[in-house]
């Protein structure tokens, strides 16, 4: 359990650095790498139409974007315990990675993703999906 929390970590980590430093490149060269960092604080979790948590939550997310291809890591922390014996903790963590690009006159993105499910009692601890 603490090898996967320090892996997430890591990795967390090591993409901030690499948005850190796409902002010290010249101008020039920026437009290699993109990404985005998002903090949202949610008054509940509602996965696919069902009710995960009707309490607070935090899900960050971040992304890397370079000639096409991107990378994505978002995650669910719960607050309260109503929904988890574990928490405050991360109860879910979804790992991305993706592909777009265009062909004349139409646009694609085909990827893969892997949900974690951290903390969970559950037998199930991750689910795998491709998409085009």
């Known amino acids: ?5 320090l892996a997430a970590s890591g990795c967390c980590g090591l993409c901030l650095m690499l948005v850190a ?3 010290t ?3 020039d060269d920026k437009s290699w790498l993109g990404g985005s960092v998002e903090m ?5 979790y509602l996965e696919q139409g069902m009710l995960i948590n009707d309490e607070a939550v935090w899900q960050p997310s971040l992304t890397l974007e370079a000639y096409g291809l991107a990378f994505n890591v978002w995650g669910n922390f719960d607050f309260t315990k109503a929904y988890s ?12 990675i ?5 062909l004349a006159p139409l ?5 893969f993703s892997r949900n974690t499910y951290p903390n969970s009692s ?8 491709c998409y085009l």
Request: aromatic share 10%.
């Open 40 to 44: 949202a604080f949610m008054s509940g």
């Open 25 to 27: 490149l010249p101008e």
């Open 122 to 129: 559950e037998e199930e601890e991750c689910g795998e999906e």
């Open 85 to 96: 014996d574990e928490a405050p903790a991360f109860t879910e963590a979804v790992y991305t």
């Open 107 to 111: 646009a694609y993105s085909i990827g």
């Open 1 to 5: 359990m603490i090898l996967k929390r």
């Open 98 to 102: 993706s592909y777009s690009g265009q």
């Open 21 to 23: 430093t796409a902002d």
